[in-house]
């Protein structure tokens, strides 16, 4: 079956210390990977993909195949990354069904 | 562009009623998904129409209905309300396989 798993429901860090927030799934094909972001008051909004290997506010994620995970991380962390972070699975169906996983709300102390 | 349109903000009705929530895509934007969001969850896949074309279909039961208008807006629609119907509802619409997503409407069943 088609899952996405987010283990932690809430990662509180400190501003500056390096943030990984966690995502595995479970996926039989080649699937597509994303992390949306969701901050206070707004709407749900992409942060990055796979394919595209950019670095997106400090934000890398990897595909890591072989223990079907896609952990996102940030060297640094800033108090505007606090917010709620949900990993997303595509399916190769072109149905346009994203799986998410339940979200990891991060908080970042001053 | 406003983004994607969700009408409306909230609802509240009771058991067994019947409710339809709307959306408007992003201009150009011709397919559009539905998500049910529970609170403390991801969002869940309901549909997807492209074309004004049933494309996807979450596990939703035949309650939930949708369908796709010739200006790309769409309708989503609950028939016999349930508790369980109790969520945010999220539109999303679509291009290159980047979905943006809507405010969502609050639906409350009583």
């Known amino acids: 079956a088609q899952r996405v798993t987010q283990p932690e429901k809430l990662l509180s860090v400190f501003k500056g210390a390096p943030v990984e927030l966690k995502c595995n799934y479970s996926?039989?094909?080649?699937?597509?990977l994303f992390w949306y972001v969701q901050y206070s008051r707004q709407r749900l909004q992409l942060l990055l993909r796979h394919i595209s290997r950019e670095s997106i506010k400090g934000f890398t994620a990897d595909l890591n195949k072989g223990e079907t995970s896609f952990h996102l991380k940030k060297p640094f962390a800033q108090e505007e990354d606090s917010a709620m972070y949900y990993c997303a699975l595509s399916d190769s169906s072109n149905t346009g069904k994203l799986i998410f996983g339940q979200g990891t709300t991060l908080q970042v102390k001053p | 562009d406003a983004g994607v349109t969700q009408s409306p903000t909230h609802l509240i009705k009771t058991r067994g009623q019947h409710v339809t929530l709307r959306c408007s895509p992003i201009?150009?934007?011709?397919?559009v998904s539905w998500y049910q969001q529970v609170l403390g969850q991801g969002p869940q896949f309901i549909f997807q129409?492209?074309?004004?074309?049933?494309?996807g279909r979450g596990n939703f039961p035949d309650r939930f209905s949708a369908r796709q208008f010739p200006n790309y807006s769409s309708e989503l629609n609950v028939n016999a309300l349930l508790l369980g119907d109790s969520a945010l509802y999220l539109c999303?619409?679509?291009?290159?396989?980047?979905?943006?997503f809507g405010p969502g409407t609050r639906l409350t069943v009583l």
């Open positions: 996926y039989s094909g080649s699937p597509e």
């Open positions: 129409y492209y074309e004004k074309e049933e494309r």
């Open positions: 999303a619409s679509s291009f290159r396989a980047e979905q943006f």
């Open positions: 201009s150009g934007h011709k397919s």
